[in-house]
T-cell receptor, first 111, second 113 residues
């Protein structure tokens, strides 16, 4: 079983749609959680951290369910510029900052 | 004013050659990383250094050897390159603490022929 699992997609949605991505992780000792965004042929960049209480940043909402070991990302009112691969990322804890990446979910927003 | 830079951006070489990739960060971070992203897009940690000390050493062939001359630089040397080494190699850095963001370099696209 992969340590971090995501549906690779692709998700093809029209502009203005709401889309949700899910992710599960296998190690219950995981300490912190993130969504990164990776554009085609570019480096990953932090989109947002994910907290148990849920957090929102504009059109983006992230949620963590530690009991189910499940992380989600909701994008409202999709824009063409949201087209990218969204990486679910788990920090295993300790002071090394070791990150485990999911395979990524590809989103294509169409006009 | 690039935060994390890598050279070269592209590297095309023959099997059996030895090559190096360089990484530099000007963020004042203590910890640096090397990741490999294969053709299936999985991004996997290879090595990490904290202030010139190796702290992560994943199951990577010993043909790969990281070197950190100072905390702002982390280089990756690869001996006897193989076809399967073809990938994008990303360098990253962070300050410290489990929740801290990692900042990635632009990547080095390695193609072994």
């Amino acid at each position: 079983r992969k340590e971090v699992e995501q549906d690779p997609g692709p998700f093809n949605v029209p502009e203005g749609a709401t889309v949700a991505f899910n992710c599960t992780y296998s190690n219950s000792a995981s300490q912190s959680f993130f969504w990164y965004r990776q554009d085609c042929r570019k480096e990953p960049k932090l989109l947002m951290s994910v907290y148990s209480s849920g957090n929102e940043d504009g059109r983006f909402t992230a949620q963590l369910n530690r009991a189910s070991q499940y992380i989600s990302l909701l994008i409202r009112d999709s824009k063409l510029s949201d087209s990218a691969t969204y990486l679910c990322v788990v920090n295993m804890g300790g002071n090394t900052g070791k990150l485990i990446f999911g395979q990524g979910t590809t989103l294509q927003v169409k006009p | 004013d690039t935060a994390v830079s890598q050279t070269p951006k592209y590297l095309v070489t023959q099997m059996g050659n030895d090559k190096s990739i360089k990484c530099e960060q000007n963020l004042g971070h203590d910890t640096m990383y090397w990741y490999k992203q294969d053709s299936k897009k999985f991004l996997k940690i290879m090595f990490s250094y904290n202030n010139k000390e190796l702290i992560i050493n994943e199951t990577v062939p010993n043909r790969f050897s990281p070197k950190s001359p100072d905390k702002a630089h982390l280089n990756l040397h690869i001996n006897s390159l193989e076809l399967g080494d073809s990938a994008v190699y990303f360098c990253a850095s962070r300050t410290g603490g489990a929740g801290e963001t990692q900042y990635f370099g632009p990547g080095t696209r390695l193609l072994v022929l």
